[in-house]
Structures are given as C-alpha cells and as structure tokens.
C-alpha cells in the first residue's frame, strides 16, 4: 500500500482529497467533526515534512449549482479548530483565484478550495475538470474513504495525471488495514455480526466474508426471515416473505464452510411499533400474532457475549434492535458491552455501516472498539468483495 509514509513532501504541494461532508446544525454550524479529526494525522505528517496542502472536498447535495447553505466557508472555523492552524479559503475550486492561491501557497500553509459539488463534472467524474485540479500540485493523496466508492473527478479520475506521486492518507490505510483484519489477515476466531432490518440488503456481504470468517451472528429485524424459514412463528415481525429461500441457502453455504450461525433464541416483543406500546420476552420461534420482535432476549444476548468471548476479531454491521427506543435498546448495548468487553482482552473490533456508527457514538463505544468505519457505503463495499474506484486509482 503506497502512503503518504513512502514520501517526503518538502516543498511540495499536496492536493489532499479529504471527506468534510460533516452534519451541521440550522445555523451551520459543524455537529460532529469527526471526520475532521480523522485526517488530521495526514495534514500533520505534510506540514512536518515542510510541504503545504491544499484541501478538496464536497458537502452535502448542491447538484452542481452553488449555494450558501453548502459552502465550505461555513466550516472553515471548526477545521482550524482541529487542525490547530490558520486555514486560507478560495470560494471556487476552478477559475483564477483557484490558480492564483494555490501557486502562491508557501510550505507551511494550508488552502481549502470551494465546493467540488458546485460543478456537474466532479460527479460525471470528468476528465478535463480532474485535470484542472491536478495542476495545483505536485502529488495526489486520497483520504476520503467515504468517497472512495464513488468514481468521482477528485476521487478516481485525478490520480491518472499524477503516475508516481499519489498516495493513500493515513486515514485511507487505517481503513483499508481493518477491512484486510477482517477478510484476510486477522486472528481466529473471525466473528462477523450482521443486524439492520433486511436480508436483501445484507446478502452479498454474507457471501463474501463466509470464507473468511468462522462465526455468523444475525440479529435485528433480518434474524426473523431466518427464523420463519426455519418454521418458527413470528406473529407481526419485519419479514421479507421472498427471502425464505434465500435464508435457508445462507444457512446451507454456512453450513458448508464450517461457518457457525447463530440466531436469537428469545426476543423482547410489543404489540406495535412504539417505545411505549405494552412489550414481554418471548421464545423467538413462538411470537403471537399481533406481536412483533424489537429487540433481543435475556438467553440471546448470554449467547452472543459467549461467542465474543471466544472471538479475536469482530466485525459489526447492523443493530440488533430498535435501540432509538429506549425500551427495546437493550440488546445492542448488550452487544457493545460484548464487543468493548472481547476489546479489552486483545481482540481487534471493527464497527462500520450507519446505524452501527450511530449507535457507537450515541452510547459512547466509540473509544472501547479498536476502529470505527468513516465510510459507510465504501466500507459495505469492500466487504462485498468490490475494489473501490478510489483505491484503485491509487493501486494502478
């Protein structure tokens, strides 16, 4: 893997492709700069090096027009918060100011350009507007995981006009490295967790890491699908009735690889979806009509915790319950518990996927896990077995 550690940048420009696409409030103000911090060792090790960056990103959906609300000025002051410097502003990523700014930046200095998204090209992953951009400096490095699924200008286009000079960020390694722990190169036991609501949405993940893993744990509101196909009763609980077959097949292909599946045994059941609707435990296989599964049992999340004990790496992917509602939150806390708990005693635990994040940071697991995903829909890809455009322009 080709990172910014293989490159001294002394007095060289470093175009960085950073992900600032980062939730704000009414008044725009920055909610969460997590993924701010997260590239801060990449700006770091260019600076000390005496090189300056020159910062690239979107945030949020302008559709190739410009818009206040979007601008990247709005969070000019919570980037050299983190960063602890002086951060110049070019309020267009294109045009003579772009080219001005960034040829007069001096070794030291940091310069964030405008919106990529304010122009159509960077999606349509242009080739001239890539070009456009790669004349400002001297190298190319990608940090933006959460883009690199995206076959965008600054993302995949742009490292063709820097053959030697582009490299993976520290961030964009760390994320690479934990995804490589888990598909290939981690300790056994492997224990993979897959929750959320849907079969469908999970099936080719399921196919991808049964090679390389030796425990399956499925919960949340696809564990019931499993469950009807193996002839339980499951009264009102989410199921996807066309997906029957398909879970028994999963089971089978597990069976196969000498993969261990394991599914609730018991579940803490309401009769309607709200947090405070009448609720009890229940035997999984054995829900009345009129109820529905919302979270996981007492015996369930004992078994889980058992196999985490036993595991040495962990990948988590999906809640296991509907842990907004205070009510049926048990059983994913349960599970983070299990989880920071087999962290504690050396087991290496990664958390990716939207709900999984959200609830890691909500419930404060995000420092009791050893990595937490910035990428959601890049990180399901990788799982899935795909390259990322963004890797691979990197790679080539």
Not at 44 to 60: A, E, F, P, R, Y
Not at 178 to 190: C, M, N, T
Not at 200 to 206: D, G, R
């Amino acid at each position: 893997m080709k990172t910014i550690n293989d490159f001294n940048f002394k007095d060289k420009k470093a175009l960085v492709r950073v992900d600032f696409n980062v939730p704000q409030s009414a008044d725009l103000k920055v909610t969460d700069n997590t993924r701010i911090q997260a590239v801060k060792p990449t700006v770091d090790k260019i600076l000390n090096d005496g090189g300056s960056v020159i910062l690239m990103t979107h945030l949020g959906r302008p559709k190739g027009k410009v818009s206040e609300q979007f601008s990247l000025k709005n969070i000019v002051p919570e980037i050299e918060s983190v960063l602890g410097k002086e951060v110049k502003f070019c309020d267009d990523c294109m045009g003579e100011d772009a080219k001005n700014m960034t040829a007069n930046l001096k070794p030291g200095e940091i310069l964030l350009l405008e919106n990529l998204r304010f122009y159509d090209q960077e999606e349509a992953g242009d080739k001239d507007f890539a070009e456009k951009l790669a004349k400002y400096a001297d190298s190319y490095v990608n940090d933006a995981f959460g883009t690199a699924h995206r076959e965008h200008a600054s993302t995949a286009v742009i490292a063709q006009f820097f053959p030697s000079t582009k490299f993976f960020g520290l961030l964009m390694a760390k994320e690479l490295d934990a995804i490589d722990k888990v598909l290939g190169s981690g300790e056994k036991p492997v224990t993979a967790i897959l929750g959320g609501s849907k079969v469908s949405t999970k099936i080719t993940i399921i196919e991808n890491i049964l090679p390389a893993i030796d425990n399956l744990i499925i919960g949340g509101g696809m564990a019931f699908t499993f469950v009807k196909a193996l002839g339980g009763h499951i009264g009102n609980s989410l199921l996807e009735e066309d997906k029957l077959g398909l879970a028994l097949e999963i089971l089978e292909k597990a069976k196969g690889q000498n993969v261990k599946v394991y599914l609730p045994v018991d579940t803490i059941i309401a009769d309607e979806f709200s947090n405070d609707a009448d609720h009890k435990e229940m035997d999984i296989y054995a829900i009345p009509d009129g109820w529905m599964g919302m979270d996981a049992g007492t015996k369930t999340k004992a078994l889980f915790h058992d196999v985490l004990m036993n595991s040495r790496t962990i990948l988590w992917n999906g809640p296991i319950g509907v842990f907004e509602m205070p009510n049926f939150s048990s059983g994913t806390v349960s599970l983070g518990d299990s989880i920071a708990e087999a962290t504690k005693l050396g087991a290496f635990s990664l958390v990716g996927g939207g709900d999984s994040v959200a609830f890691v940071k909500q419930f404060g697991y995000d420092d009791k896990v050893s990595y937490v995903s910035t990428g959601g829909g890049a990180m399901l890809e990788s799982l899935e077995g795909m390259e990322l455009p963004g890797v691979k322009a990197i790679n080539n």
